[in-house]
């Protein structure tokens, strides 16, 4: 199985910056894509940032242009560099792995980011 921990969340004024970490650990070849989702009060979780193990990014519409997915294959972690945040940014963030791009297989405990107006 594979085990993934996210840390970094926090409270954060609008227009602010967050960092967000996630590590792999386990039977990490089983995992080719690697991503950030995110679930708000009330909403469906939604896929906010995705990288295979080749490289190739894929972003939400809605974050496109404020957020960064960053990958390192040799160590297993994931970043998600987050600016311009909104409130609308507002949810638990989760880092989920897998083979396919949204179809995530393991999932972390998430961790709140709270971006204040």
């Known amino acids: 199985q594979v085990q993934l921990a996210e840390s970094g969340g926090g409270l954060v004024q609008a227009g602010g910056s967050l960092r967000l970490s996630c590590a792999a650990s386990?039977?990490?070849?089983?995992?080719?894509?690697m991503g950030w989702y995110r679930q708000a009060p009330g909403k469906q979780r939604e896929l906010v940032a995705s990288?295979?193990?080749?490289?190739?990014?894929n972003y939400a519409d809605s974050v496109k242009d404020r957020f960064t997915i960053s990958r390192d294959n040799a160590m297993n972690t994931m970043i998600l560099q987050m600016s311009s945040l909104k409130p609308e940014d507002t949810a638990v963030y989760y880092c989920?792995?897998?083979?396919?791009?949204?179809?995530?297989?393991?999932w972390g405990q998430g961790t709140q980011v709270t971006v204040s107006s």
């Open positions: 989920g792995a897998g083979l396919i791009v949204g179809s995530p297989d393991y």
């Open positions: 386990g039977r990490v070849f089983l995992i080719n894509v």
């Open positions: 990288s295979t193990r080749s490289g190739i990014t």
